[in-house]
């Protein structure tokens, strides 16, 4: 299944309330070592925005979420943080510990590192509640990125279908997350941003995930700014 998705926010936005959808929540990870990178990814400055604010900027006003990591600074109110313990046992013990904040029925996961996701959680949100095919309900949507790959922690999951498998897999510290999604029924959703730069339409992977310093500069090229070196 291929989608375009029209409303890549990029200005630090928020999108509208949303009518008819049942409730959602955003888990956000952002306790990871960031050993590519070489330093906190959050706090990342991309064009005067930083890399949270920019996964964050798409989402509904009224969405909950939660962030699974130290406490950052962030433009968007509302904004909750809880962190495993003891820290750094990977995105399960995050997801672990976030959803313990989570009273909705739906849980979207993204990696901190999304700054282009944009809408994209909406669209996984509907995606998954759209079962008007007769087909069995999935317990979870995974957004597929450019080169095909199902993407774990860029997904609309069904909150007790994800706590369930979970705990299905024992201690959590050092859990993979591979072996969760491998007891959920899953689907996927492949979705292709697109926006104007520098006088031309491109089509960008809301997906991309900034794990190095060259991503960092080539994210801050396609806005037209250079990479701030901290």
């Known amino acids: 299944m291929r989608r375009v998705l029209a409303d890549w926010r990029h200005d630090g936005g928020m999108s509208d309330p949303e009518d008819g959808v049942p409730p ?59 962190q495993e313990d003891p820290p750094g046992g990977g995105p399960v013990a995050g997801i672990d510990a976030a959803l313990a904040a989570v009273t909705a029925p739906v849980a979207v996961i993204l990696a901190t590192d999304l700054p282009l996701v944009g809408t994209l959680p909406t669209q996984l949100v509907h995606a998954l509640l759209d079962t008007d095919d007769g087909a069995p309900a999935p317990d979870a949507v995974l957004a597929v990125d450019a080169s095909g790959r199902a993407q774990q922690l860029c997904g609309a999951y069904r909150t007790a279908a994800l706590r369930r ?40 992977d809301p997906t991309w995930d900034i794990d190095t310093p060259e991503d960092l500069h080539a994210l801050n090229d396609l806005f037209g700014e250079r990479a701030t070196d901290h």
Not at 56 to 76: H, K, N, Y
């Open 24 to 82: 959602w929540a955003v888990v956000v990870l952002t306790g990871g070592g960031s050993r590519r990178m070489g330093q906190d990814k959050a706090t990342l400055d991309v064009a005067g925005v930083t890399l949270l604010d920019r996964t964050l900027a798409g989402l509904p006003v009224d969405v909950d979420v939660i962030v699974a990591g130290p406490p950052v600074s962030v433009a968007r109110s509302g904004v909750r943080f809880v």
């Open 165 to 204: 498998a979970i705990d299905e897999g024992g201690p959590v510290s050092g859990a993979a997350m591979r072996s969760v999604v491998e007891r959920l029924n899953t689907s996927t959703l492949s979705v292709i941003a697109v926006r104007e730069a520098r006088g031309a339409t491109v089509e960008v």
